[in-house]
């Protein structure tokens, strides 16, 4: 996953929204410029683990895009909901109290 670099989160799978409602709405793509058609817009469970390896979710905003190259996280989204990012290099999804470790490969 990556940062999609706005304040909603964009996924491709519909198995990972607990509310989805009906929009049309185009996501220009920075890789090629070319438009994402998304018809599908809602609330997302991303699965993230704490330090003891327990699985945790957290909710946050999302467009229903499986045109998409791949599954882009708002980093913005974890902020508006007062959880603090880390970009790391030892870790794979970890979430500690009100910290996101993000894996940065």
């Not at 809602?42 to 683990?49: Q, W």
């Not at 989204?77 to 970009?87: D, E, M, P, R, Y």
Request: charged share 25%; proline share 5%.
């Amino acid at each position: 996953m990556a940062d999609s670099g706005c304040e909603i989160a964009i996924l491709l799978n519909k198995v990972l929204f607990v509310e989805l409602h009906k929009i049309r709405t185009k996501i220009i793509t920075a890789k090629t410029g070319c438009f994402i058609v998304s018809e599908e817009r809602g609330i997302a469970a991303i699965p993230v683990l704490d330090t003891e390896g327990r699985r945790r979710i957290l909710e946050v905003p999302a467009l229903l895009a499986p045109e998409c190259d791949m599954p882009l996280l708002s980093i913005a989204s974890f902020v508006n909901q007062n959880k603090k990012v880390i970009f790391a290099l030892d870790t794979s999804g970890i979430c500690v109290d009100e910290t996101i470790f993000i894996p940065f490969h």
